[in-house]
């Protein structure tokens, strides 16, 4: 089965031909960073536009790379959500009209579905496993029971983790988005010079919070301000360390409900874009090995938004003979799990 995969619900207009033996036949992005920097976040009026300019050629890409005609292409997949409307929206509406014109089902992916299945286009991984879900809008524990099938251990009360390192990196004037440029300074920041807090720490659960840690990092930055730029790689440093203390106590508890569930099935995965960071990486892979768990996270460029994983959702769900109609609309909330397939 050979599925081609549309996202467009942020930042970046993404297309991706991935077939059922998990190999990516080709991929096209273009990034809307550049557009976004000098408001320092996504302005959706901005994205949309990008999206309509765009999504065409990236999409063509995709299918040229792939040496493919359109003909050997089994279906089309597009993000219906959650995500910024407008672009959605773009995506949504040429997977549809390839798919009206191609005569190929249509489906469309929740980007959540998207990130959560990816380890398993990078790695052999089976059902069920436990993943941290990392991303500019979510962060969450959950088990991975099959493609749409998740049970939610627990999540973000408050902001999400990527917010938390977007905000970070605005504040310490890194720019958007705060994450990559963050990890890239700490490297040579002390991660010990500022003892920042640890929110629900010792709580019986495995939510997070990280809107007081952010307002530490603000604290912290007032109380020093002008920063030198050796402030700023400490304070980078700190807020890193601090979130991979964060993880690592949150992460004991999601282990052990998600055991309750599956004694027998010691996967660990992450993904979304902040499982980019090589620090939360290695942390994740301490944990993993203390556990007796093994850990599977994509590389880092399928762990940010991209196409393959909406391409491969799409596979997943086709596999089980999921479809969808095209009075599906695009949605800016789609809690994971609210299944609305069609067979
Ligand atoms: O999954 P993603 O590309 O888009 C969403 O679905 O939100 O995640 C984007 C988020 C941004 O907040 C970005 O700052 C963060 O991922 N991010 C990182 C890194 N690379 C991207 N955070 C920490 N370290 C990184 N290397
Ligand atoms: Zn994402």
Redesign the pocket.
Known sequence: MIVLGIET??D?TAAAVVNSDRKILSESIYSQIKAHEEYLGVVPELAARSHIDHCSKVIKDAINKANLSIDQIDAIAATAGPGLLGGLLVGLTTAKAISLAAKKPFIAIN?LDG?ALTPRLSHKVEFPYLLLLI????SMFLAVEGPGQYKLLGQAIDDAL??A??KT?RLLGLGY????A??KIAINGDPHRFILPHPLKGRNNCDFSFSGLKTAVRQTAEKLSPLSFKDREDIAASFQYTICKIIEERLKNAIQEYLIYHPNARRLAAS???A???M?RKTLQNIANKNNFNLFIPE?KL???NGAMIAWAGVEHRLLGHKSDYSFDVRSRWPLGENCYEF
């Open positions: 619900s942020c970046e980007h990130h991303s500019g809008g979510h990527g917010e390192f977007d990196g988005p705060g994450g990559p963050i990890e979304g874009g902040v980019s960071n090589g939360i880092p762990c940010t938004d």
